[in-house]
């Protein structure tokens, strides 16, 4: 493996194949020590080699074990993103509740992990681009309302993005950005097709590679223009 230690640091907790790969490549392009940490790993090894990315096989409700892995990285923690959520769908009523305790853990509570560990490596370093670091979260609408038979998701997005708020407030005078992205629509996958043009709707997925487009520009906005929340959605989604 080749010395990275020189290269800013970015970690992706709960990669996988669609939104995570194509922020993987986006970042090694631009010069980042990539890597890539998730439950189950050897479905990212071609990503790896692809990208010179680094993989960690983490739960990333551990706490220890993502303050460990942080405190292992060979240079300085300039990116980290949480993606993992866990949907549960069904009548509030019908809902087993120890279901519903490991679906918000996912969400929210391993949100908190990553960005605990990743703010506390981050207000260590020497300030790079006008900050120590930025911290990204992967919303949903559902951290914004609510929807009937979701209430598990529902919790996990609103606990997610009340986080990255409060955090936000905390870390940015401190020179860390941190910004909540709330992806309102359905991501394009292979195992997810697209309606096609034939409907008249092109493009009525959101795109991997445009929604790391976006994850980028939040890494190199300005310090006088930080955003800490960005909504994306496709144009014909409805509001």
Known sequence: MAD???KPQALIVGAGTGLSAAFARRLA???YAVHLAARNTAKL???AAETGARLHVLDGTDAGGTAALIDSLPGDLRVACYNPSARLRGPVAELDPEAVRKAVEVTAYGAFVLGQAAAKQMLTQQPADGRLGTILFTGASAGVKGFAQSAAFAMGKFAQRGLAQSMARE???????VAWVNIDGGIRNASRPERTEAEGNPDSMLDPDAIASEYMHLIGQHRSAWSDELVLRPWVERF
């Open 4 to 6: 990275t230690s020189s």
């Open 29 to 31: 392009a631009a010069g």
């Open 45 to 47: 090894e071609a990503l």
């Open 171 to 177: 870390l940015h005078p401190k020179g860390i950005h």
